[in-house]
């Protein structure tokens, strides 16, 4: 019986085993269209001869790809891996060796291109090659104009840097005197500060000795109220009061301390009372004191007041500064406007 050559199937082994071709003619005209994702492929092919099971050869050639047939054996399939794109004609010869009879077969194949080898990527890529150079040749003139900036500023600079070279002694010695006016204006700075100092220690010492005074006095008016000067002498213990009690609240003293305090505190007076224009005069001094850091004995001397008007004293100074609750008074003042 005359069996026929048939190639029996196509089949894709790059992803397992996906079937392209199942179809028994002796010959086919149409080439079967395989993918490039599946170029790795399987020819499986058979003449049947039942009466020996090794009894037919097989050779291939693969034209467009092989050089030559494949070595005659009993092997019934063909792989290929990685076929490039292009149409090829596989070509497989069957002999039986029992009758001497051969037969050949025949498929062709065509192996698609990738996406990205089609005519509409190229066109792709010849559009995005033409964009690429147009920014390329943007880019390179934006460079270069910012090359001529660059050169433009170094040139600028070499000039300001020719100019500043040239009034440097000018400038040399005008700066030696801005520095011996700094240090005039820091020694100037230091002796308001030691005098400020002083000035309060004496002002405290003062009104100390005034109020010792004043005591003294007070007792010696009592004392002498059964005797026949009496009238006399009151009058004179008096005045003497008063006198001291001038001379402890002496507007002068306090508006040449605040001259001297506003030069060592860098007008501390004049900014808050900027910020907070409803400032009394008692209310100013007691800023100055807390600035300063005295206790509230020592400012209870320099006003000529106790202590617990004092502490009043400082609680209204916070509702005019409008200070929280738990906020800190002296640290409030002391770290305002620095």
Not at 164 to 186: D, G, I, S
Request: with cysteine; hydrophobic share 35%.
């Amino acid at each position: 019986y005359d069996y026929p050559l048939i190639i029996r199937s196509v089949t894709g082994t790059i992803r397992k085993d996906t079937l392209l071709y199942a179809k028994y003619p002796k010959d086919t005209k149409n080439a079967i269209k395989v993918q490039k994702s599946q170029n790795s492929i399987r020819i499986e092919f058979v003449m049947p001869e039942y009466r020996g099971a090794k009894s037919v050869i097989y050779s291939c050639y693969l034209e467009g790809y092989d050089r030559e047939w494949s070595i005659p054996s009993t092997n019934t399939y063909k792989e290929y891996t990685q076929l490039p794109r292009g149409t090829y004609t596989f070509i497989v010869k069957a002999t039986d060796t029992i009758n001497g009879q051969t037969k050949e077969s025949s498929l062709k194949i065509k192996i698609l291109p990738a996406w990205y080898e089609t005519w509409l990527s190229g066109l792709i890529y010849l559009a995005l090659i033409g964009v690429f150079i147009y920014y390329l040749i943007k880019y390179l003139k934006r460079r270069s104009e910012k090359e001529l900036r660059r050169i433009k500023a170094e040139k600028e600079r070499q000039l300001k840097e020719q100019q500043a070279l040239f009034t440097l002694e000018q400038t040399k010695q005008e700066k030696e005197l801005v520095k011996l006016q700094n240090e005039q204006l820091e020694h100037d700075l230091k002796q308001r500060s030691s005098e400020l100092a002083d000035s309060t220690m004496n002002l405290v010492r003062k009104n100390d000795m005034l109020q010792v005074l004043d005591e003294s006095l007070v007792e010696l008016s009592e004392s002498v109220r059964r005797e026949d000067a009496k009238a006399k002498i009151t009058k004179k213990i008096n005045d003497i009061r008063r006198d001291i009690q001038t001379n402890m609240n002496d507007d002068a003293n306090w508006e040449k301390f605040e001259e001297n305090f506003n030069l060592v505190y860098d007008n501390f007076m004049v900014k808050i009372l900027e910020k907070f224009p409803d400032l009394k005069k008692n209310d100013r001094k007691l800023c100055a004191y807390l600035r300063m850091g005295l206790s509230s004995k020592e400012m209870a001397s320099l006003m000529n007041t106790s202590v617990r008007s004092i502490e009043t004293a400082r609680y209204r100074l916070r509702k005019k500064l409008d200070l929280p609750t738990g906020d800190n008074l002296t640290e409030f003042i002391q770290r305002f406007e620095q």
